[in-house]
């Protein structure tokens, strides 16, 4: 059988990936929602709401870029499942920061810790899923990020693989802290505007 090339088949697979992603995003917005309807309910661990915001951003940074996805030559199936299980990753990250309940726990500061290899080892996955996703849009397009790019995500790996090991609760504030202010500077570096 032969690969899909129309622009009707990027439509198609960008719809599939938005419902996942949208599935996301409604996590990270209940979450929010959660922290004003009940302020005084869960004690809020600014570590994790952090990483809240820093999914949020990740996540409209990946449909961002995802526009690019048209620079695929070929779509097979492969690509298909690759392209959605990357979307799930997002997915299983914005669960792990949006539990149904933390009554077990003393607040999101004892979740979070005690939840911490799951979401770091999940994120350094999806940071070394991203390197392929962006050699999937040609080796010409991967190249013009520069050397930054892979260093970047190798750089990711290494601290999230840090931050699942430690609870230094120290090491976890600078993380997501340098983290947003990365991901914001790297945004309006690189993807301010989509081409033409």
Not at 42 to 58: A, E, K, P, T
Not at 126 to 131: E, G, H, K, P, R
Not at 166 to 192: E, H, K, M, P, S
Request: proline content about 3%; hydrophobic content about 55%; overall charge positive.
């Amino acid at each position: 059988m032969e690969a899909a090339r129309t622009p009707e088949v990027y439509v198609y697979i960008r719809t599939v990936m938005s419902m996942v992603i949208g599935l996301a995003l409604a996590q990270l917005l209940m979450r929010l929602a959660g922290f004003v309807q009940s302020p005084g309910k869960n004690r809020v661990y600014l570590v994790h709401l952090g990483w809240v915001l820093s999914m949020f951003l990740f996540i409209i940074h990946f449909w961002w870029w995802e526009y690019r996805l048209q620079s695929v030559a070929e779509i097979n199936f492969g690509v298909y499942l690759f392209l959605i299980c990357f979307c799930c990753l997002f997915y299983f990250l914005c669960v792990l920061l949006n539990p149904p309940s933390i009554e077990d726990y003393g607040g999101f500061e004892e979740y979070f810790i005690s939840r911490r290899r799951w979401f770091f080892g999940l994120l350094a996955v999806t940071y070394a899923v991203d390197l392929i996703d962006t050699l999937l849009k040609g080796e010409t397009y991967f190249r013009s990020l520069g050397w930054e790019y892979p260093t970047r995500n190798v750089v990711y790996i290494v601290l999230c693989i840090i931050a699942a090991i430690t609870a230094n609760r120290r090491f976890q504030a600078a993380f997501v802290t340098i983290g947003l202010i990365y991901q914001f500077t790297w945004i309006f570096r690189l993807y301010d505007v989509l081409p033409g």
